[in-house]
């Protein structure tokens, strides 16, 4: 038996005795992941002893090195440990934005100090993320950021404003977008820091969306104190550091719906089935052409990851992954509201768990907003995977 073998032989024993039941089971959007953080909400307990389990072995974040919480799997393992997981149906442990974006971009630009600091906690589910990139002046054109960052010495003096900055009211830290050079072009001039989101002088305010429900928030900044070595890289040369982790975040916003039931036993489910098919012409037609375009993302996504583990950059492809992962969303969720039919307009009601269904269905409208329009992913696929003339 080679290694590998022996890998998957043990990781499929270790899954078996380990996963919860509980977490064997789709989950049924973000508000359903685990997210950990130093006030976390668990749907069930299974959630925290799952979460707890895998970061065990530095399975939440299995390729990160060991020492600073991950699993110190070599691609191949970490391969493996991934299908054994969907093999079971076992859901990610943690979800976090620690993971996804702020991680990657640590173990790359990150000092000693920040990444013994910072990694393991985000490892272990202990310490949950928010981004603060947007601005009211700058959404798509990001690069004319005005948030203030002034050196007063001993530390930095933060003083400005962030929009559609996703959960920052249950985050625990930031890591933020400044303008440190005033006189510079937009592009200079903009450092990276972190800071913790009890810092006197931060306020995050919920707006409330067409959904009802309010991820995203408007997060003010009065007179915050930043320890200097939060800041990460170098001063002045942060938009290096933003334009690496844009990439990582459009990938994660391409692939959010990985792990969510097929979109045919959604919709049998809801209306049933005739002679083992469903009755509605149409309706079937439209999920079979739906699944068939999620499978080829999903390979589409897997090749262009380990490609990526593989040492490539994912460049423009990270916009294609993240504007056809989130047009893919939005269409699943026009089905599971043509198939639900009028039930699928209940607003409030136990049986509709409070109109869960509709509000999903809302607020996937702004999944072709976030983290860059669906118009800016298109321009630059245009210009730089395309290269079509005058892009």
């Known amino acids: 038996m080679s290694d590998?073998?022996?890998?998957?032989?043990?990781?499929?024993?270790?899954?078996?005795?380990?996963?919860?039941?509980?977490?064997?089971?789709?989950v049924k959007g973000f508000e359903d992941a685990c997210w950990g953080g130093r006030n976390p909400e668990y749907s069930c307990p299974e959630q925290k002893l799952w979460m707890d389990r895998m970061a065990s072995r530095g399975w939440t974040v299995?390729?990160?090195?060991k020492e600073y919480g991950g699993g110190g799997l070599t691609k191949a393992e970490a391969k493996i440990l991934k299908s054994e997981m969907r093999r079971i149906s076992a859901r990610n442990p943690l979800s976090s934005f620690g993971i996804w974006m702020l991680g990657p971009a640590l173990l790359k630009f990150g000092n000693e100090e920040q990444?013994?600091?910072?990694?393991?906690?985000?490892?272990r589910g202990e310490i949950r993320w928010c981004q603060g990139y947007s601005e009211p002046g700058a959404g798509s054109d990001l690069a004319?950021?005005?948030?203030?960052?002034?050196?007063?010495?001993?530390?930095?003096?933060?003083?400005g404003q962030k929009v559609w900055t996703s959960y920052a009211d249950k985050a625990d830290w930031i890591f933020c977008l400044v303008r440190t050079d005033f006189e510079a072009t937009?592009?200079?001039?903009?450092s990276f820091v972190l800071f913790d989101m009890e810092t006197p002088g931060v306020e995050a305010k919920p707006i409330k969306l067409i959904s009802g429900r309010s991820p995203f928030c408007e997060t003010f900044f009065e007179d915050v104190k930043v320890r200097k070595d939060n800041l990460v890289g170098e001063l002045n040369k942060g938009w290096t550091i933003a334009k690496y982790l844009l990439t990582h975040e459009r990938e994660m916003i391409g692939g959010m719906s990985e792990e969510m039931r097929p979109i045919s036993e959604i919709t049998a489910a809801s209306i049933g089935l005739v002679d083992d098919k469903l009755a509605d012409p149409m309706l079937r037609a439209k999920v079979a052409e739906t699944e068939v375009d999620e499978w080829a993302y999903m390979m589409t996504?897997?090749?262009?990851?380990?490609?990526?583990?593989?040492?490539?950059?994912?460049?423009a492809d990270s916009s294609m992954l993240k504007y056809y992962g989130t047009e893919l969303n939005k269409r699943r969720?026009?089905?599971?509201?043509?198939?639900?039919?009028?039930?699928?307009?209940?607003?409030?009601?136990?049986?509709?768990?409070?109109?869960?269904?509709?509000?999903?269905?809302?607020?996937?409208?702004?999944?072709?907003?976030?983290?860059?329009?669906?118009?800016?992913?298109?321009?630059?696929?245009?210009?730089?995977?395309?290269?079509?003339?005058?892009?």
């Open 333 to 391: 969720y026009e089905l599971m509201m043509d198939a639900a039919g009028h039930d699928g307009l209940e607003w409030e009601g136990e049986r509709s768990k409070d109109g869960d269904l509709a509000r999903m269905w809302l607020r996937t409208k702004g999944n072709s907003i976030e983290g860059g329009t669906s118009e800016v992913q298109l321009n630059i696929i245009s210009k730089h995977i395309l290269r079509l003339p005058g892009a």
């Open 301 to 315: 996504l897997t090749r262009k990851l380990a490609e990526a583990k593989a040492g490539a950059s994912l460049g």
């Open 4 to 26: 590998l073998d022996q890998f998957r032989q043990d990781t499929r024993a270790w899954l078996a005795e380990n996963c919860p039941k509980e977490m064997r089971k789709p």
């Open 115 to 123: 990444k013994l600091e910072h990694l393991p906690p985000i490892a």
């Open 186 to 190: 937009k592009h200079t001039g903009i």
């Open 62 to 65: 299995p390729t990160w090195p």
């Open 144 to 159: 004319a950021l005005a948030t203030k960052c002034e050196d007063k010495g001993d530390h930095f003096l933060v003083n």
